[in-house]
């Protein structure tokens, strides 16, 4: 009996009632794909038509390999219950990951499709584990853990969770699940488990290469790169919860202008609108969007404005959008995804038709009007309660294909803005899935607390998500929520928080400060939402205020070489802000140093993460030299150093005498 067959350039396996592709998919690539009674579906969730590729295939009686450059897959028949094995190979013969046996009397199925009765399946994929192993990426977890060896994590998006499957191992391959079903994976000491909630197919892809940048260049191959970013996202961006009205935005730029502290970008934020789904001004508060504009551009910066997929009942939009069926539909219960200030619905991103409509009101009430770019916030979207199996969208129930949400509601801007002519592209949303990054989505971590644990979860999420392929990545300033700004341990944080921020792909402040001081009404006597304390960089004091507006300064100094780092990231996905075994894989220690990192090539940077904390230890790593930015001190790397951290200092150290011009300027 012939199990496998050559179709076309790809292995094919039939087993009892199962379908298996597994195809060349970019360089050193593979693409594997399987059904239980049905035809293999081409799906393009997040992987991008390969350029072509010949891929060597070679079939036995019972064992077949496809080989593609560094990576080759053998099929082996499992006698027991006649089930067939996959194992990866890289170019030196050496095992990469496999599937679990049946286990003999076990009768276990690597491939596990769980009928749903009447649907689809459950499914669970699962592999032999390397304890030996370690593993980084999965996108924004809110943890500070690098080695995500022996972790657990939910397949599913949350407010400051960005869920994005794909993982780089020590052992020189990068694997990538290709479904946006809500779900799960375990990296166990025994096996690693992706499990799908509900699915039609198995979808994944995998890569082998030598170096962690040869593996994500292939990755962003496979999924895409960033635009490059614009000359304004290189600065320092100014925002808060909340500028409320039209003249408290101007009176900032104006201040900011008066002391000649460049800004890039100042930010509207939410509910600068009559009711969500709007998408438009009020016009009791910004009664000209279009001189506010004017004025900021005449001013040399950019204006960003709010933008929520949340529809109030009691929006000017809700019913035509409802009647259209542009919006996500509640399997049971009412229709209401969201209860804060009004109850509302999300519009459904994953609708073409719904895409167009919302981005043609945002075009003629904000980008005719001057606005330059978006923040499509709440991008998971953040269902006031995560029954994620209670919606459905146009493209399938929620529990199926709910991940890719936030990346076809960054596509619907990044199509718009493109078809008005704009080619460097950047949209601030609060969530990805695998793809975003190809429609310019600078992510942030959402609504984190202003305190240092949360400060060092953050570090560890900006690594893991560039490792995860979303090089456009950020954080608020500050943290988000609970930092009083006449605390003199929050100026502390902020001003470390600023310091890391200088160094950061984007550099902004935001936050929704204590204490909540002012009230503001409408016309008609109705209190509207809150707006928290001052957060512009004088707010703190002036011993705080220079200490920033150095680093603003710096920020300024450093911009041909951020150029640089935007570059790399739009031509070959490089990650701006990278781990330390990014730059130097033949150096161990490298692997596990989770609180510093590279900023590009050339600058390493050691935030100091403990209240009160004025010396850290750095480690440098092997096969360079390295300058301290503050005293010019040169170091051989290889070995840890103590140094001095006073408050308006932050470690940061240049390699092999690069960038010489920058030293002293902390």
């Given at each position: 009996m012939g199990y496998y067959r050559n179709e076309n350039g790809k292995l094919q396996i039939l087993t009892d009632g199962e379908k298996i592709w597994i195809e060349p998919w970019g360089e050193n690539s593979l693409r594997v794909r399987s059904v239980r009674m049905g035809e293999i579906l081409d799906t393009d969730f997040?992987?991008?038509?390969?350029?072509?590729?010949?891929?060597?295939i070679e079939i036995g009686e019972e064992t077949a390999s496809i080989t593609n450059g560094k990576i080759k897959a053998v099929i082996e028949l499992d006698d027991w219950r006649r089930t067939h094995r996959i194992g990866f190979y890289n170019q030196k013969g050496e095992l990469l990951l496999k599937e679990i046996s049946n286990g003999g009397a076990l009768a276990r199925f690597p491939r596990y499709f769980k009928p749903i009765t009447g649907g689809d399946f459950e499914l669970t994929a699962s592999f032999d584990s390397n304890p030996d192993e370690k593993l980084y990426g999965m996108g924004q977890y809110q943890q500070a853990i690098f080695d995500i060896k022996n972790c657990n994590f939910e397949l599913a998006h949350r407010n400051s969770q960005a869920s994005v499957p794909f993982v780089l191992s020590s052992l020189g391959y990068g694997f990538f699940w290709h479904n946006p079903a809500i779900g799960r994976v375990s990296f166990g000491k025994n096996t690693t488990e992706w499990y799908a909630q509900s699915t039609k197919q198995l979808d994944y892809w995998i890569t082998a290469g030598d170096t962690p940048a040869e593996i994500e260049e292939a990755y962003a191959?496979?999924?895409?790169?960033v635009p490059m970013m614009p000359e304004y996202g290189m600065g320092f961006w100014q925002c808060k919860l909340r500028y409320w009205n039209q003249e408290q935005v101007l009176k900032v730029a104006r201040e900011y202008k008066r002391r000649n502290i460049p800004v890039d970008v100042?930010?509207?934020?939410?509910?600068h609108w009559p009711h969500m789904g709007d998408y438009r001004f009020d016009e009791e508060f910004f009664p000209d969007p279009e001189a506010m504009a004017r004025e900021l551009h005449e001013m040399g910066m950019k204006l960003m404005v709010s933008v929520w997929p949340q529809v109030a009942l009691t929006s000017e939009n809700y019913r035509e959008m409802l009647d259209k069926g542009l919006l996500v539909r509640a399997e049971k219960g009412a229709?209401?995804?969201?209860q804060f200030v009004e109850d509302s619905m999300f519009f459904d991103a994953t609708n073409p038709?719904?895409?167009?409509?919302?981005?043609?009101?945002?075009?003629?009430?904000?980008?005719?009007?001057?606005i330059d770019l978006f923040w499509l916030d709440e991008a998971e979207p953040e269902y006031g309660v995560y029954d994620f199996d209670n919606y459905r969208y146009y493209m399938g129930p929620n529990a199926q294909v709910g991940n890719v949400y936030p990346q076809r509601f960054s596509r619907g801007f990044y199509e718009g803005m493109k078809a008005e002519g704009e080619d460097k592209i950047v949209n601030l949303v609060r969530c990805a899935w695998a793809g975003s990054q190809r429609y310019g989505a600078l992510v942030w971590s959402g609504d984190v607390h202003s305190t240092y644990e949360d400060f060092r979860r953050q570090i560890c999420a900006g690594l893991h998500m560039g490792i995860a392929g979303i090089p456009w990545w950020t954080t608020d300033i500050g943290g988000f929520i609970n930092g009083n700004i006449y605390e003199d341990d929050f100026k502390e944080l902020l001003v470390r928080w600023f310091q890391y921020g200088a160094f950061s792909p984007v550099m902004r402040l935001h936050g929704d400060r204590d204490p909540h001081n002012e009230r503001v009404f409408r016309k008609d006597g109705t209190e509207m939402l809150w707006t928290g304390a001052?957060?512009?960089?004088?707010?703190?004091?002036?011993?705080?205020?220079?200490?920033?507006?150095?680093?603003?300064?710096?920020r300024e100094k450093m911009r041909p070489y951020i150029r640089t780092l935007m570059e790399e990231a739009h031509e070959k996905?490089?990650?701006v802000m990278r781990t330390l075994f990014y730059e130097f894989p033949q150096d161990s220690a490298c692997w596990d140093v989770q609180d510093q990192y590279m900023f590009g090539s050339d600058i390493l940077v050691a935030p100091v993460v403990y209240e009160h904390a004025s010396q850290r230890d750095v480690y440098l790593p092997a096969g360079a030299s390295w300058t301290n930015m503050h005293t010019g001190e040169t170091f051989q790397g290889g070995q840890t150093v103590s140094v001095d951290a006073p408050l308006d200092v932050i470690p940061a150290f240049l390699r092999d005498g690069s960038h010489e011009d920058l030293i002293g300027q902390i």
């Open positions: 997040a992987l991008l038509p390969p350029k072509p590729c010949t891929a060597e191959e496979a999924t895409g790169k100042i930010v509207v934020d939410f509910f229709p209401v995804g969201m038709e719904a895409r167009k409509y919302v981005w043609e009101k945002c075009k003629k009430n904000y980008y005719d009007k001057g001052d957060n512009e960089i004088w707010s703190f004091g002036e011993k705080v205020c220079e200490i920033l507006e150095k680093y603003i300064r710096l996905g490089s990650p």
